[in-house]
């Protein structure tokens, strides 16, 4: 008989979430120990509008994943969802709870808006679509999950 897989992400009534915000999609202890969180911060409302561009999705997960290593060293990875309205972050057990995320989140996105350019898309050799960037866009998904601060923690709007 085949194991039941449940996908935490697939749970979700993604037609009852507000975006923007973070929250904790997971946690799990590692065998052998120690713990890994993973965190959803969705820009876009999912199923509503459009989503993030993949070009924005990309620079943002490229300086997300610069910025967000400044402020913790807890930081995993950092990767783009594939409905593309969101990121995920993954990290270690050190930060678990979505307070502590959006400690690192909200600086790691005020530092995104001060960049020139996407750390590691130079060339070829640093990243696998180094011409499929749009700072601009990672800007301007940045600035509009900012202006959403006070509410981030509020996943269902409440």
């Known amino acids: ?42 820009f876009t409302q999912p199923n509503t509008e459009p989503y993030l561009p993949i070009e924005t999705a990309h620079s ?5 994943a ?8 807890d930081i995993i990875g950092v990767s783009p969802m594939g409905c593309l309205t969101g990121i995920y972050v993954i990290t270690t057990g050190n930060i678990d709870t979505a307070e502590k995320m959006k400690d690192i989140v909200i600086p790691g996105l005020k530092r995104l808006l001060e960049f020139d350019a996407v750390p590691g898309a130079e060339s070829s050799k640093s990243c696998g679509s180094y011409q499929l960037h749009d700072l601009e ?17 509020s996943v269902f709007g409440d």
């Open 137 to 153: 866009g990672a800007k301007a998904a940045a600035r509009k999950f900012l202006a959403g601060e006070e509410s981030l923690l």
């Open 1 to 42: 008989m085949a194991k039941k897989v449940v996908v935490e992400s697939f749970e979700l009534d993604h037609d009852a979430v507000v975006a923007p915000y973070i929250r904790q999609a997971g946690d799990k202890e590692i065998p052998g120990g120690g713990r890994v969180c993973k965190y959803d911060l969705r």
């Open 66 to 73: 610069f910025t967000l290593r400044e402020f913790s060293d």
């Open 60 to 64: 943002i997960e490229h300086i997300l």
